[in-house]
Each structure stands twice: as structure tokens, then as C-alpha cells.
């Protein structure tokens, strides 16, 4: 058609053009992925009737929708702002291949899809009528109608070729059993999902060499995405067949406005991270952390030799957190000045308690610790300390782990003074422990977790945070382990601190006497009192 001699010839085909794409000259928008796609239309918004979200509707995608609808990698995230259209992206990606006019997607349909939001709430409000907005209407053989609780989670759409695909809604509130005993071709996950339910989802893609789009506001900060698939994809380790990942912010966006952008701002003046990762879909340190850390002051670089020499000047101390998945012990010093230095750390998971106490004993011989190491202990099952003690006895440890005291396990008296001590400075970690190290992030009997490399009480810090408030309840003051994969390393932390800073407290000196002070009359003046209480009177009786 671009290459028409005649322009009658060219006006004539762009005609039939119109025609077959809009249903006819004037263009009612009969189906809006042909006006998506029109290099001859550039509009952004445009006036769509049969539009299920707003009247206005893209009129083309920005340059980071197209980057991500051709993406060829199997799993594809964006982690991209508020307003920036990530929610338009997923589901014109599910439409297409529906349709089977996917640019990548190369599946003849028939084809089944999953659409999933985090609830039944949000798939009826936002997937589903984003979903009906971009199937041409006529193309629509059934689908539960949005915003009005229905029960039903298919849509049927005729394909171009005849053929009926299937996009199926769910739900990450049913629970990972709900993702199972199907053969899918895709799965959109709008906005991230626990990860039991990505590792039930994972089977359901063999068959077909399925693919997931995933399109999220990093608002929950370090999570197991990060960890599992961002940091890798970040560090240049995985395979870009494999993992696609793709930043956009408002300004990526055409549609919004300047002021829209300076109402955004407004709004999260007093909330830096939340306005990165709202503004421009970055990853950050999650709002409500309950340990005021700060990387840039709060890090130090020792050598072994100088976390040596720290131990020798004769404060050094430990806590340790038991249990059978995660058992995590720290090691601190002081020095002359008062200041706590972290010196190494240790994070155990599925291990004998025989190993355990061999790690510590060599970790703790490492430094030069003392045979009389104050090592304080907290266990759910009381046996666990005996057990470790009975095990450094068989080892030939001098090393003996004492129970914390109730005082020192309070919590929220120890987030205040860990916060405390960090905001002055005298609670400094050592950067680097547990380099070279993996852990498994979220190990369980249900899930084989993440590999995670580096520093455990690092991480636990970075994610240590206050539960969502309730609406209508008082925000609790006590932070939740679950949002740090129990916070085993930061218990040990807390009961070492905690402990020795109650152990170090000295006792106050007796009040120093009175200048007018007449010791010699203050004791006979009260032999005389109880001589006279003893005769019943109650009064000093004189001598006559």
C-alpha cells in the first residue's frame, strides 16, 4: 500500500483498509489492537465506546511496551511505575496471542492463558475489564461481565483463524493448590505473587514451552524476585533466552502529564522510596523497616587481623537464635570506646547440632575469642541449648551457651535500642561476612527456597519490617518476622546486644555522705528511739 503509484489507487486501498480494520469510514473502533498497531494513526489517547476501563484508551504503545511485547525470553518482568502501562501491556499480550497475532508468540490457536492478579478483587476491577477493552468485540464468545462479583473466570475468544482460545482468571488468595493440573501456553502475573505460587506455576508451561509476563511495582522492596531473578538478570548471570527485565518510569509514559507527575511528587515528598519505585518502578528498601540502618555510615571494612585485635582488648560476646531450619549465631567485640563491632556471622540450615557447635567453636577460635565467651542463647525448644552445650563438651569446647533473659527477648525495647545505637554511630556491621556464602531463602518442608549469597543479617535488616496497618485498627508497634524469613539472625543479634548491654551496666555507688553528716549522733539518737519504743511509749524517755 506505501508503495501506490496513483493516489487514487493509495486512497482507495487505505479505504478498504478503514473498512475491514474500524468497520468503516468513520472508524467506530470495532478492533482497537488493528488501531493499536496503524502506523497511520497517532493519537495517543483515543475515544473507544466499547472501552471497559476508561473512554480514553492508548491510541499507540510507548517505546518500553513495544520493547517488552517483542521480548523473546521465556520470563519477562516489568518492573515499572504506577501509570506507566504495565497492566495495558499484559493483558494486549494475552489478547494478541488469544488472537494469534502475537509477534513472538508463535502458538496456532487454540490457546489457554492465565490471568492472575493478587485477588478476586483486583482481577474483576482491573485484569478483566483491561482484558474485554482490547478483544474486538465481535470476537468475544463469553466472558463474566467486570465489577459485579461474578462467578464465572473464562473468557472465550474466536481466533483469527476460527479456533477458540481460553483465558482463565485467577487468583493468588486461593492458594498455590489452585495452580496446578492444567497445560498452559502463558501466564500474566500482575504484580508479584508468592513465590509458592510461581513454583506450582512453573510445570504448567513444560508442555507447550510456555512463557509468563510479569508486570509489578516493586513496592515490596527485597523480596524473593529480587533475589531469585533480578539480582542475576542485574549481575549478568542469567540467560537472556531466559529472563527479560525492563525498567520504565512516568516518563516513559506519553499520557502523563507534567502536572500529574508534580501531584505524584507531592504525595510521597516525605517518602523517597516510595516515590522511586511508584515514580520510576526501581527496587528500594521497603517503607516501614524497623531498623534505621544506614548502609553509607553504619558499614565498616576490618580485616580478620583488626576484628583479632578487637576480640584481644577483652569485650567480645555472641547471641545465637536455634532452630531446626535456620539457626543463626553472631559474633561482637567492643572497643575502648564504647563501640560495638560486628565481627563475623554465621547461618545454618537442615544441620546436626554436632556441626553447628564445630562451626562456632572454629569461628570463634578464628578470632582469638576467649574460652569464657559470653555466648547468649534463645531456643523454642528448651533442649536445644542442653544439646549444643552436651555437643561442645564432646568436641572438647570450652564454649557454653546460656539461656537470654526475658528482659532482654523484648522486642520492641530492643528495636529501640539497636536504633539508638545505630544512630549514634556505636553499632557498627562489618561489610563482607558470609561472602562467598549461600543460604536458601524461604527453605522449608514446603519449598526448597532461593539461593541467596552474602551476608544473612544484612538481608534481614533490609526487610525486618512492621505489618501492613488495618484499616481501622491502631498500627502495631511489634515487627513481624515474616517479612524477613523468621529474622533468626537479627534474634541473635538482639539477644547479644541486649544482654551485654544489661550485663555491662554497673552497679550505682552508694551515695556519698553529707558534708553536715553527724554519723556519731545519727546512731545514738536511734538506739535511744528503739530504747524507747520497747517501753511502749513511743517516745525517748529522759534520765532523771
Known sequence: MALGLWPESRSALEAIWREVVYGGPEGDGVDPLARLFDPHFTDVLWEYEHS????????????????????PARHRFAFWGNQVGKSTVGAIDLVLTALGRHPVNRWTPPTTQWASALTWELWENILLPELLTWIPPDRILDAPEPYTHSTKRHILVRADNGRVSRITGKAAEQGAAKYQSARVHQVWLDEEHPERVWNEMQPRLLRHGGRTINTMTPLKGLTWVYHRYYTPWKQGQTDPGDVYVSHAGLRDNPSITAEALAALREDFKHSPNQLLSREEGRFVRPEGLALRFDPETGYETTTDDECRALVALGQPFAGLDFGDWRFAFTLWAVDREGQVHQIDEHFSQREESETRARAIHALCKKYGCPDRLRIWGDAANPSDIRELNANFRRIESPFVVVPVDMDSKERVTSVTRLNDLFGRGALRLRRGTMQGKVWRLGWSAAASGVPVEGSRLTWEIDNWRYPEPTEGKAQKQDPSDDTADGADAIAAMRYA???????????????L????YDKAGTELLTKLGKLGLRQGTGKIRRQV
Open 52 to 71: 471497559r476501563t476508561e473512554p480514553l484508551i492508548p491510541g499507540n504503545l510507548h517505546a518500553k511496551q513495544v520493547e517488552i511485547l517483542h521480548a
Open 497 to 511: 546486644i541486649m544482654s551485654w548491654w544489661k550485663a555491662a551496666q554497673p552497679e550505682p555507688p552508694p551515695p
Open 513 to 516: 555522705p553529707s558534708a553536715n
